[in-house]
């Protein structure tokens, strides 16, 4: 039997991108070489730093940084936001996540997502004018990652694409459906990211970040039993796993590396218990 050739789709997540990165760099580390890989939202941010060729030790600096998190919000213009919120927004949301576009090219330039073919990237993104989500497989590879963490009533969106992008795990919490009619691929590698605290603050506008949250949730697990469905029509295994900690705080970073070693052990053990007898096996 033929090596298993793997696609690694990471799931949307409170701040989870640490999570995500330390998943991808104990796989690399392992010789788990993906031939796609794909998220929404904070796991567009881990699966694109590493299709873009960065090496392990910078996508850890980076996910693990306060300026990266920082650029995420620096660019909000505070009180045209708040007028434009209270007034005449149809997309009500306290920041703007432009400068992360800038930070982005920054490490890797313009690069555009039909330039990457080992792997291949895949990110989802959701336009709520037209009520459709979109795969991005094509154009800047920064704006598609930043457009797809635009989650509603947190950040605005972007425009990208010809269209008013919102975040990808809307619809798409893992991104996978391109890949059931893909030949190149045969395993789908799904992780997922589990918060063990619940612990929200109780004045607006940050207190509506849980309902975001929960919704997003409901959604995310309905659709995902699915997906699995049409997974087994086109005969494609999927392999899922989560990672669990405690959330992130929204504004303090410091416990990012603690986050990005707990996706490296739920990596490593993914691993023992599950891809090694199958590399094994074939």
Known sequence: MSTPRFAITLGA???????????LARLHELGVRPTRVGGSSAGAIAAGLYAAGLSQEKIREVVTSWSFRQSFISRTPWLRQFAANTFHSP???????TAAVDYLEGLFGDLQIEALKEPRFLTAVTDIDNRQAHFLQSGSLAKAIVASTCVP???????????????????????MDPWF?????????????????????KFIPLNLFKLTAEAHGCASEQ????????AAIHHKKVIITETTHDRPALFSGKRMPDFYEAGQEQAQRCYDTVLKPLLTQN
Do not use: N, W
């Open 223 to 230: 659709l995902l039993q699915y997906r699995l469905r049409l």
């Open 13 to 23: 997540s409170f701040l989870g991108y640490a999570t995500h990165a330390g998943f």
């Open 153 to 175: 009533t947190i950040f605005s969106p972007l425009h990208h694409a010809g269209m008013m992008c919102f975040d990808g795990g809307i619809v798409h919490e893992a991104p």
């Open 181 to 201: 009619e893909d030949d190149a691929v045969d395993t789908i590698i799904v992780h997922r990211i589990h918060h063990t605290t619940h612990d929200f603050p």
């Open 91 to 97: 997309y009500p949301a306290p920041f703007k996540s």
